[in-house]
């Protein structure tokens, strides 16, 4: 989230909105990336185990994730409207768990919400704390479809670095010295 890493609290709980998926939707996000029989072809699913059009499991993340920048970029928006600076969420070094549970099909309304499991400073980050993220999808009937759990970085708004940390992050910053540093570090 854009909040800083102390203002998170693990139990925290962020709804992330909604979205309904259409028959269109759903076969224009196969026809480009799951081209499957049974998210681009309603007549043969009908006869086969899905009973029918169903969405890709990746669509269904996708809108998630989608979902959940929106709302990140929304409340950032919100904070700097208010005075306030937004804390810094980072890359996520990856997911450790995803499921589809149920299908998504044409017209379902699927709810997303975000809920934060743990948190830790990061080892290997100085100034960045880890979180342990757990998000999921509910359709109109209350059936959960899909869940993730990952991780993800959020900056921390006062870190307690060591001065050899402090000096590297400066050196890191410069504009000519940075940018060969973090080229070397990445081979």
């Not at 009973?51 to 998630?64: I, N, R």
């Not at 990061?122 to 757990?134: A, E, H, N, Q, R």
């Not at 993730?148 to 402090?166: D, M, W, Y």
Request: charged share 20%.
């Amino acid at each position: 989230m854009t909040r800083w890493y102390e203002d998170i609290d693990v139990g925290s709980e962020f709804p992330l909105g909604e979205h309904t998926f259409t028959t269109g939707e759903i076969k224009r996000f196969a026809k480009s990336y799951d081209p499957q029989y049974f998210h681009l072809d309603g007549a043969l699913a009908a006869q086969s185990q899905f009973g029918g059009l169903v969405a890709s499991g990746w669509h269904t993340a996708s809108m998630g994730h989608r979902k959940m920048v929106d709302t990140i970029m929304a409340e950032a928006d919100q904070i700097r409207a208010t005075g306030g600076v937004p804390g810094e969420a980072g890359p996520s070094p990856g997911i450790d768990k995803m499921d589809f549970l149920a299908p998504v099909r044409p017209d379902d309304t699927i709810s997303y919400r975000l809920l934060v499991r743990a948190k830790r400073p990061s080892k290997s980050l100085p100034g960045w704390g880890v979180m342990t993220y757990f998000m999921d999808g509910t359709n109109q009937d209350g059936v959960t479809v899909y869940t993730q759990e990952f991780v993800a970085f959020n900056r921390i708004r006062r870190p307690n670095l060591t001065l050899g940390q402090r000096v590297g992050m400066f050196i890191a910053a410069l504009p000519i010295v940075g940018p060969m540093i973090r080229t070397r570090r990445l081979r």
